[in-house]
């Protein structure tokens, strides 16, 4: 301690001073403090469409857009296909144990429940939106009231020594953070379409309050997990009208960006997976982008543009995934694995571009997004389902 007081300790700490002060300044340069939060309207829809979107799509098809008209042909053949089905909700408490433990069977098979039917209720209520044909929508809220009825509240997934001594709740937190934002984007889509009424609305908050209680505490390690529960929480706020929620998630997005990206666009606690890193990789960016739109429909700006502590930008992070799809096998360098799963052509994965193609408008984008329309159920897709449909010619 002696040593701090003389003079080359001193020295020492008004360079680091000086050091912090340049940084922060940098830093503040870069990212300008925003305008305040805005006064955020809660009309339905306004998650990954608004009613602006909707009329848009509806126009194009009218007049045989020769993207968005196989697009919302393909959501229509799907929701058909899905009348049938019945739904398939998990009675009483959602306990998810970890995918790297002896639960990964099922953790699996809890995963391919929720979603599967939370991404079916998303698409029939979609498809109502842009057809009007009530069985789509009836069928819609019949899921989501399948489970509102049965599934009663989260608890953590880990035994209880793993929860005691490392913190580890299990996957419940997770499964929850990119698995429920189908079903509030069905919701949105049907309470725009005045297709629920107030006490259904009412039911359906009161069942979702628990699982925002449930994921209030801020992710510390910042990563994929981290950029699901920023997806999560904005849109419980916008199904809960929760302004003080919305802008709390915002700010984690802030958080959580801040540290996670290289300057270079790397991702370097998804590099970490080694062989899965690019998938892990993908997984983080379909949540960012999605984030990013969602609060850029609430008003919020300059999120795209966000530097990272590091210097790195989403739009830098976008580009260093796309070195991945074009060359996997290149793209190991980066973390010294020998080979990386990959997909079988580029375009496979090529759904993600399809917001950062509406912001930036790259031409580079466009080889690896060969595959459009992207409808349901792409390979690797969470809950960026139809975004040919949703955001193609913005």
């Not at 909700?89 to 990964?104: C, E, Q």
């Not at 997984?283 to 008003?299: F, N, P, S, T, Y």
């Not at 595959?371 to 969470?382: D, F, L, Q």
Request: net charge positive.
């Amino acid at each position: 301690m002696t040593a701090l007081f003389n003079r080359p300790g001193r020295l020492l700490v008004l360079a680091v001073l000086i050091i912090g002060a340049a940084m922060l300044a940098l830093f503040l340069a870069r990212n300008p403090p925003g305008p305040p939060p805005p006064a955020i309207t809660w009309s339905s829809p306004n998650l990954l469409v608004d009613r602006a979107r909707i009329d848009a799509i509806k126009s194009a098809v009218q007049k045989n857009d020769p993207i968005l008209t196989p697009a919302f042909q393909d959501l229509v053949r799907t929701a058909e296909g899905m009348l049938a089905d019945p739904p398939n909700p998990i009675a009483g408490d959602l306990m998810v144990p970890g995918f790297y433990t002896s639960g990964k069977e099922t953790q699996q098979r809890i995963t391919r429940q929720l979603r599967g039917d939370a991404r079916k209720a998303h698409a029939l209520a979609l498809a109502h939106a842009l057809t009007g044909r009530k069985e789509f929508s009836d069928k819609s809220r019949a899921i989501l009231f399948a489970w509102v009825n049965s599934l009663k509240r989260p608890l953590n997934g880990g035994h209880w020594w793993e929860i005691f001594w490392l913190g580890n709740r299990g996957d419940t937190p997770l499964v929850i953070a990119y698995s429920f934002p189908s079903f509030l984007f069905a919701f949105d889509l049907l309470k725009g379409e005045n297709a629920l009424s107030p006490v259904e609305i009412s039911a359906f908050r009161a069942w979702l309050r628990p699982y925002v209680n449930y994921h209030l505490g801020e992710v510390l390690y910042k990563n994929n997990h981290h950029n699901w529960q920023v997806v999560f929480l904005l849109c419980a706020a916008q199904v809960l009208e929760d302004a003080p929620l919305f802008d709390r998630a915002v700010n984690y997005y802030r958080n959580g960006i801040n540290g996670q990206i290289r300057a270079d666009g790397a991702l370097p606690r998804e590099l970490w997976r080694k062989e899965k890193c690019g998938t892990y990789t993908l997984m983080a960016l379909e949540a960012m982008v999605q984030a990013v739109h969602i609060a850029e429909q609430h008003g919020y700006a300059n999120l795209r543009g966000l530097y990272s502590s590091k210097g790195g930008t989403l739009e830098k992070a976008v580009d260093f995934y796309l070195q991945y799809l074009e060359n996997p096998q290149a793209w190991a360098r980066h973390t010294n694995a020998t080979a990386l799963n990959a997909p079988k052509d580029p375009s496979d994965w090529g759904y993600m571009l399809e917001v950062p193609f509406t912001w930036w408008r790259k031409d580079a984008y466009l080889p690896c997004m060969q595959k459009r329309p992207y409808g349901y159920a792409v390979e690797r897709c969470y809950t960026l389902d139809f975004a040919t449909l949703l955001f193609a010619g913005r």
